[in-house]
């Protein structure tokens, strides 16, 4: 049988497994994904922890962008397609080739929210991704936007961008974050059903949160590596 | 009556116009788009050049990710796109909001052959350049393969993603190019009437070339500032 066609990407054939999150800031998906990878290593498994914005060919580039002000929503998605295009073939493709488990901190649905609440058009956003790899599993850490921004405003005030304070939204970095998230989150939420997200409640307590999230990781993982590795996990 | 559907991009309608030079290295194009803008000045238009892979957002990452060898398909495409949007926001809208000339050396149509050529596929690298504005003209300064390959090796050898080495055709530098160039000037063939370029042989000796471009750049400008223009300018 034919495996079905792909809603958006490549589907990978490569003996590792890839598993992403994704989520508003604030959402805690990089605390959940952190205390994954520890109990992975702990069942031993080789993961590989990846991150948005952090390719060595462009993440510095996008950094002086934001601070220069000069990106606008066009050259924005451009540059995070290329870091996201460099780790791929740099990093996320050879560890699916070495059979590692590839943890990504946020994946192409980031830019599908990002980019599209930031005024791109969204088939030409969907368009650029067309090469990423479809992932084994992407959990998408939903909170509302009040508790996202009580989250990060607990240690710092929202980022220039982080607030889509380049739209001219709101002059309050609060009230623009507010209103920009909320479009993230609505990006987030119709994506879903169609490209398969998998829902994780982010207000709830964290252990919790990292119990429904090791459960639905261990089929996942057994799909790809075989039943028999379940068996010798521990919960 | 509405305006025709773009092929690919979009139409605009600033007061400025908007001409572009393509071809291969070699073909002689920048030596007519300098001859042009000469003229242009002479004849009181205010122009305003630039170049592929300038911007200062990218170009320089361009230029050290080709160094490192670091670049894949993929990547030198998004980068070249990112190049090409901050020059339409930074530099080439507001020429053309405050009605110059703006002339273009190489445009959307470099990628459309060069990454095609790469093994990019073409789908979509065009969806990536539908944000591009249509130019008023694009001038295709046709030579072939073994003219453009004499006329760059009379100073230097070619370079390595110009002879398309990153993908291991030949060996043999020239060789390379050969094959490499002969694709790329294939792509731009097949641009010809689907995307309207205007051919001129680069062949044909400097000044028959110049005289040809500067009767179809006339009309160009007359179509965009009236055609009172043209009655005060030389031949």
């Known amino acids: 049988m ?17 598993i992403v999150v994704e989520g508003t800031d604030g959402s805690g ?42 990106l606008t929503p066009t050259t924005f998605c451009l540059l995070h397609a290329t870091d996201f295009a460099d780790r791929q073939e740099g990093i996320i493709r050879p560890a699916l080739q070495a059979g590692m488990v590839v943890l990504a901190d946020r994946y192409m649905y980031t830019a599908l929210a990002r980019d599209v609440a930031r005024g791109a058009d969204r088939d030409w956003v969907r368009n650029t991704y067309t090469f990423a790899l479809i992932p084994d599993a992407a959990f998408y850490f939903r909170v509302d936007v009040e508790t996202s921004l009580l989250r990060i405003s607990a240690t710092r005030a929202p980022k220039f961008y982080e607030a889509g304070m380049d739209l001219g939204l709101a002059d309050d970095v609060y009230q623009s974050y507010r209103i920009f998230q909320s479009r993230v989150i609505e990006e987030y939420d119709s994506m879903v059903d169609e490209l398969g997200l998998r829902v994780i409640d982010g207000t709830r307590p964290i252990h919790d949160q990292q119990s429904e999230f090791r459960a639905q990781v261990r089929d996942v993982v057994a799909a790809r590596f075989g039943p028999e590795v379940i068996s010798e996990m521990r919960a």
């Open 29 to 70: 998906k990089s605390t959940q994904l952190q205390l994954l990878q520890n109990w992975l290593e702990l069942e031993g498994f080789g993961t590989c922890f990846t991150e948005w914005n952090s390719s060595r060919l462009v993440s510095q580039v996008i950094k002086k962008g934001k601070k220069s002000g000069r």
């Open 2 to 18: 034919e495996a079905p066609k792909p809603v958006l990407g490549q589907v990978h054939d490569y003996p590792g497994c890839l």
